[in-house]
Structure formats: C-alpha cells, structure tokens
C-alpha cells in the first residue's frame, strides 16, 4: 500500500522558517523524482521545488533564494526547507512522487498535503 504523508506545516510569521516532511511506503523511492507543489487560494497548483533520486535539484525561480528540497533515500523522506517567508508563501503543500519508468497505474502519487499558514 503506498502511502505518502506530508508534515511539518502550520503558522509561521513573515520571516520566519519551516521545515516541511513527506514520508513515503510502498514503492521504490529512490527511483521516483519526489516534488513540493503549493496549492493557494485562488490560483492553480504550482511546483515549488523538485529532486530526482540521484540528486538532481529544480526550485522554482520565484523562491530560489528561500527554498531548498532534500531527500533521505535510506528513510524514503524528502524535505522542504523555507525560510524567510511571505503571506505569499500560504497554501497547502503537497508532495508528488513520479517515475516515468513504471507502468502508469504506479507512475504517480500524491499526499493530502499540509497547510502552511505565514501571517502576523
């Protein structure tokens, strides 16, 4: 059974940090590149950051001076680290595994995600 959990969200004032977690099981970790997508209200789900399972890193221009992604390929958990946060950075935040290698009925997963709230 997969499953992919996100955390680590919540309020943050504007200049401050968070670190968001998505813990995965049930498919092969290391072969999925593993993304952040931002849902806000009112507009379409963008990509925030993504990386592949061998390292490879894209982090959306917009937040690439406040934003880096990580993985943990031994605990199947990727992570989010945001600092220096805007009431622009709000929305709920999900994490997305994807391989083109497998069959399509196994190539993408999403979690619930977490809401990430920057207000004072």
């Known amino acids: 059974q997969v499953e992919v959990v996100e955390s680590g969200g919540g309020l943050a004032h504007p200049g401050g940090s968070l670190r968001l977690s998505c813990t995965t099981s049930g498919f092969v970790f290391t072969i999925y590149t593993m993304a952040w997508y931002r849902q806000s209200p009112g507009k379409e789900r963008e990509l925030v950051a993504s990386?592949?399972?061998?390292?490879?890193?894209n982090i959306t221009e917009s937040v690439k001076n406040r934003v880096s992604i990580s993985r943990d390929n031994s605990e199947n958990t990727v992570f989010l680290e945001m600092t220096n946060l805007k009431p622009e950075d709000t929305g709920v935040y999900l994490c997305n595994a994807k391989s083109t290698l497998m069959p399509m009925s196994m190539r993408e997963y999403w979690g619930q995600g977490t809401q990430v709230t920057v207000s004072s």
């Open positions: 990386m592949t399972g061998g390292g490879n890193k």
